[in-house]
């Protein structure tokens, strides 16, 4: 599945502090540059959909991983259904918050993958 980005080997901080900033500029380009297309996908008919930011500063709107365990931490799910029922800037600002603590815990996620040898730090 393309949304968790696919195989991941951030080893060092630097590895995982440059996807960390990707993935966040491809949902700022989401929830900003690119709301209207992003609202377009959000369509509350569709399954459950997330909000992925890509390292390559992308994003894409798309089904969570069907892999158990997934291999990185899942984002919301079903950001669609709420799209109607809100007005567009409050559930754009839902979607962020709940983006932000995405981003974190696909950081934390590379992060407990550390050694902390002597020679790591």
């Known amino acids: 599945m393309e ?5 991941h080997s951030s080893r060092t901080a630097e590895e995982v502090f440059r996807d ?13 540059t690119d709301v209207e297309k992003f ?19 992308t994003w894409e709107v798309t ?3 069907e892999e158990v365990p997934p291999e990185l931490p899942e984002p919301a799910l079903g ?3 709420a799209r109607d ?9 839902l979607v962020a918050v709940h983006s ?6 696909v950081a934390f996620y590379f992060g407990a993958r550390f050694g902390f040898d002597k020679e790591s730090r």
């Open 3 to 7: 949304g968790g980005g696919g195989p």
């Open 20 to 32: 960390f900033r990707g993935r966040r500029a491809g949902m700022i380009k989401a929830l900003t």
């Open 39 to 57: 609202y377009q996908l959000c369509d509350p008919e569709k399954e459950n959909l997330c909000l992925y930011g890509l390292p390559n500063e």
């Open 63 to 65: 089904l969570p991983a």
């Open 79 to 81: 950001i669609n259904f």
């Open 85 to 93: 029922g809100m007005e567009e800037k409050d559930w754009l600002a």
């Open 100 to 105: 932000d603590a995405w981003l974190l815990a």
